[in-house]
């Protein structure tokens, strides 16, 4: 990419191979160009990802300067990070990886003049915050070390764009359900999983309980917000980090019945995972997005019908038929 010629945008997306990574690298080259995308992972998954691609370790400060200098980057998606149950798992590495990253990111923007997008997630609340109809403006005590990271993650954007002027922005995501990438030690990975072993076992042992209800997001929405939030006027943007955003309030049994409906027969049993649910248990049922609404116009375009019916249609062919197992 060094180099390269011509006018736009220059973008360099870190931890590209993950699962927003997966899809929004193609969603940003189809939009700019692909020679307008630097893709960034520290393994090297440019036989996926496709060119151009660099490995590229994001806690080095020294490197990330000097990739964001040497290529001319304008914008930065930093997706780099350890999500909640590998957080848990190993919360030395975490707050390394998810804090010294986008510090070195922070800095590298605020010496390149790049503005930059950071997401943060509804890990960033705990058990003191409201449950229901979480506020955008509300308590943050997360008992995770991910939710920690999260929280001042938020903050230091936050700072960042206050003291040096750095045009920073970010989403709280919830849950995300891909097709395309395989899941990445997230709690609220049990609703790719279902996915996938509904195609190639017919059955499922979900490791929440049945009523566990959190707010998911289907991937090509949760694409399509950090876009639209990076595209949206700053002069409207009262919050800029961390906006709620919503889709689907779903529950393990409310998935099973819809995956039920398309693949006939399959069958979920629960095996509660507590570690995993005391995790779930400490995060929203259902944040309030009127924020983002009214901010950049945030609207989700799928409900969990329209969801399920495209993962299936887009795993059916790569599954394994349950009668030639």
């Known amino acids: 990419m060094t180099g390269a010629g011509g006018a736009g945008p220059r973008v360099l997306v870190t931890g ?46 020294g490197a990330v300067a000097d990739t964001v200098r040497s290529n001319g980057i304008d914008t930065i998606y930093h997706l780099a990070a350890l ?18 990253s986008l510090v070195a990111v922070l800095e590298a923007a ?28 509300t308590i943050q005590r997360p008992t995770t070390m991910y939710g920690v990271t999260k929280v001042a993650g938020e903050l230091l954007c936050d700072y960042y764009h206050r003291k040096f002027e750095v045009d920073t922005r970010g989403i709280r995501y919830p849950g995300l359900v891909s097709h395309v990438a395989e899941p ?18 017919g059955r499922y042992r979900c490791y929440l309980r049945p009523d566990t209800q959190l707010d998911m997001m289907y991937m090509p929405d949760a694409v399509r917000a950090a876009q639209e939030l990076m595209h949206a006027d700053p002069a409207r943007l009262r919050h800029r980090n961390a906006f709620n955003v919503s889709a689907i309030r779903l529950t393990p049994a409310r998935l099973a019945t819809e995956i039920r409906a398309l693949v006939p027969g399959f069958e979920v049993e629960y095996d509660v995972d507590e570690g995993r649910q005391a995790i779930a248990d400490s995060w929203p049922r259902a944040v309030d997005d009127s924020a983002a ?16 019916r495209e993962m299936i249609a887009h795993l059916s062919a790569r599954a394994q038929p349950v009668g030639e197992r």
């Not at 030395?92 to 010294?100: I, K, R, T």
């Not at 709690?187 to 190639?200: G, K, N, P, R």
Request: net charge negative; hydrophobic share 40%; glycine share 12%.
């Open 16 to 61: 590209a191979g993950g699962q927003i990574g997966s899809e929004l690298v193609p969603a940003l080259r189809a939009q700019l160009g692909d020679g307008r995308v630097l893709a960034t992972d520290v393994k090297d998954v440019e036989t996926r990802l496709g060119a151009p691609f660099l490995v590229l370790d994001s806690t080095d400060g």
């Open 83 to 100: 999500l909640s149950v590998t957080a848990e798992e190993r919360p030395q590495a975490a707050y390394s990886v998810n804090l010294g």
């Open 110 to 137: 605020r010496e390149a003049g790049a503005r930059v997008f950071a997401p943060s997630s509804i890990a960033a609340f705990g058990p003191g915050t409201p449950r229901e109809g979480t506020p955008q403006d």
């Open 184 to 201: 990445g030690g997230g709690t609220t990975d049990y609703a790719v999983d279902m996915f996938h072993a509904a195609l190639s076992d």
């Open 293 to 308: 609404c009214s901010e950049w116009g945030w609207r989700a375009r799928y409900d969990l019908t329209a969801m399920a």
